[in-house]
């Protein structure tokens, strides 16, 4: 099954680009490390649930799961993702929260203009 390979490369690929350890991502995404590192290996395919969530936390659309694998970020692109999800990490809930509602806002209105 090719997709099982591309779903598991790039699940891999992003998670490396945001400098996620499989134990960190494995937490954000209410796994186990053994789990995370069973799907990267093309062991186990996630359930659909858990795709949603992996594609939530790696902050991409959920399609990008499927599509063959490439490269995912400049390296520029990708320093400064890291470096934003390291100072997210760092906020409150209520803090996280707010910067969340703020992004939305900022790109509804850009899709707009």
């Keep these: 099954m090719k997709n099982k390979y591309e779903i598991s490369e790039n699940i891999k690929k992003l998670r490396e680009s945001l400098k996620l350890t499989q134990s960190e991502f494995a937490e954000l995404i209410d796994l186990s490390e053994n789990a995370v590192g069973k799907i990267e290996r093309k062991e186990n395919l996630p359930a659909v649930e ?36 390291t100072y997210i990490n760092t906020l409150s809930a209520e803090d996280v929260t707010f910067i969340h509602k703020l992004a939305i806002h900022v790109l509804k209105r850009n899709k707009t203009s």
């Excluded at 795709?51 to 399609?63: Q, S, W």
């Excluded at 390296?75 to 934003?84: G, L």
């Design 50 to 85: 858990t795709l949603y969530l992996m594609a939530e936390r790696l902050n991409v659309p959920i399609d990008s799961l499927f599509k063959p694998s490439k490269k995912v970020l400049s390296k520029k692109s990708s320093k400064a993702h890291a470096d934003f999800v």
